[in-house]
């Protein structure tokens, strides 16, 4: 219903500029892929997490723009018959456990815009994330649980990688848009620092569909 009302009130929606500023809120899901040495035994399955954070643009060109996205994303993965030790423990089995990574990500983008009512557009740039809680959930074949126990210091807190997106933004009235996107960060930085089985080597790929509001204010830019 939401979606169909912002499609019914378009036509009757006249925008004849942008201005130079937007905040956006914005809030969704991501699946998170987590790339291990081959030679690793452990295969880490995505999962759904949460993503929610706040966009700052700048228009400083009817078709481009700065923007940055600070966001906390809850990532989370799952590694069926898990190895820890050498052999099973003898009396709860083999392991599944699932894994919880919450993190700070802001990325600094480039965003080009076409369109003068609806609008689409791409954006790239650099992202920096932190990790600041790691939990794992080792669940056995027993029926046991143990945790969520604490592995943050097992692995690199900080990435960087490409953060890259593609979206449609639809007005609503002369200074709000909703918006739906979908990023991609790709993390260049192996997180992993050897001091655990399950931190020999791990690189990450997030993809992160998002809805959102925009409100735009600040000097106009004249669209020509």
């Known amino acids: 219903f939401l979606i169909l009302n912002f499609f019914i009130v378009l036509p009757m929606t006249t925008i004849g500029q942008i201005n130079r500023f937007e905040v956006s809120g914005e809030t969704g899901t991501n699946v998170l892929f987590l790339w291990a040495n081959k030679n690793e035994n452990n295969t880490e399955l995505p999962r759904f997490g949460l993503s929610t954070g706040f966009s700052f643009r700048y228009n400083f060109h009817k078709n481009f723009s ?10 989370r993965s799952y590694a069926p018959n898990a190895t820890i030790d050498e ?15 919450d993190c700070l990500t802001i990325p600094i983008r480039i965003r080009y815009c076409l369109g003068r009512k609806v609008k689409f557009f791409v954006s790239t740039g650099p992202y920096f994330s932190y990790m ?4 794992f959930l080792f669940k056995y074949e027993s029926g046991s649980e143990i945790g969520p126990l604490g592995y943050t210091g097992f692995y690199n807190q900080f990435e ?34 050897g001091k655990s089985a399950f931190a020999s080597s791990r690189k990450t790929n997030t993809i992160v569909p998002l809805i959102g509001m925009t409100y735009s204010f600040g000097k106009a830019l004249e669209l020509k």
């Open 160 to 193: 960087f990688g490409i953060s890259s997106s593609i979206g449609l933004a639809v007005p609503v009235t002369d200074f709000l848009q909703f918006q739906i996107e979908i990023r991609n960060n790709t993390g260049l930085n192996d997180i992993g620092n």
């Open 87 to 101: 052999e099973p423990d003898p009396f709860l089995g083999s392991v599944d456990i699932a894994s919880q990574y």
């Open 66 to 75: 700065i923007e940055t996205n600070p966001a906390i994303d809850r990532k």
């Open 132 to 135: 600041f809680g790691l939990t």
